[in-house]
């Protein structure tokens, strides 16, 4: 067990519907990280927070945003839903603002299934 | 790193023999962390090593162990003694500030 926390673990939805997936993260941990993963593919990064701030942000789409609460708990927004939006998320923390010196801890991931 | 390249989409190892995954980056900074995870089928990304570019010395974690060759920016896995639970998805990363990008996976398969 990692420490951080995905809800939900599955989600089914329709095209065109908005959803919204939890992270939270390791009790004391600063940063968030949001990936990516469809199909037999790589993790792509989407979007870093740190104590509530944005501070990079990869290949996320419009349609995608997301935030970090005072409590550091993370939600990622994903709306007007496609067919190809249709992944594994997951979120990452860890205590500072980048990983050095110790690692990235992943949560088990949110599979969004688009119909 | 900016980018981070795996080579091997799919490995295939003997039980008990030793195999290297390949993992080139590009990156412009000076400081930064690479890190091996690995992907069994439950999908839970596990960290399997990491290393620190300052460090000349290669990371060891018991059977896995990393070549670093920074001027090359390559940074291989190599997994000694391959057991049936080694079988995964192995992702190279690296960070490039606050960022850690990973590489498109090497599926490893080891045979009996």
């Known amino acids: 067990d990692s420490g951080v926390t995905q809800t939900p673990k599955h989600l089914i939805t329709a095209t065109g519907q908005r959803v919204t997936l939890r992270c939270s993260p390791r009790?004391?941990?600063?940063?968030v990280y949001w990936y990516q993963q469809s199909l037999d593919q790589g993790l792509q990064f989407l979007i870093h927070?740190?104590?509530?701030?944005?501070?990079a942000k990869g290949n996320i789409l419009e349609r995608f945003s997301a935030q970090q609460f005072p409590d550091l708990h993370s939600e990622l927004n994903l709306s007007s839903l496609e067919l190809g939006d249709s992944a594994l998320y997951f979120c990452?923390?860890?205590?500072?603002?980048?990983?050095?010196?110790?690692?990235?801890?992943f949560g088990q991931g949110t599979r969004l299934t688009v119909v | 790193a900016q980018t981070v390249t795996q080579s091997q989409p799919e490995m295939s190892v003997q039980e008990a023999e030793t195999v290297t995954l390949s993992c080139t980056y590009d990156?412009?900074?000076?400081?930064?962390?690479l890190f091996w995870y690995k992907q069994p089928p439950s999908r839970q990304m596990i960290l399997v090593i990491r290393?620190?570019?300052?460090?000349?010395q290669n990371a060891t974690e018991n059977r896995f162990s990393v070549n670093f060759q920074k001027a090359a920016k390559s940074f291989s896995l190599k997994i000694s003694d391959s057991q049936l639970g080694d079988a995964a998805m192995y992702f190279c990363?690296?960070?490039?500030?606050?960022?850690?990008?990973f590489g498109e996976g090497t599926q490893l398969t080891v045979n009996p």
């Open positions: 009790s004391g941990d600063l940063s």
């Open positions: 990452a923390s860890s205590p500072r603002l980048g990983v050095g010196g110790t690692e990235a801890f």
């Open positions: 927070y740190y104590n509530g701030e944005e501070r």
């Open positions: 290393q620190e570019a300052y460090k000349q």
């Open positions: 990156t412009s900074e000076s400081d930064y962390y």
């Open positions: 990363g690296g960070t490039s500030g606050s960022r850690l990008t």
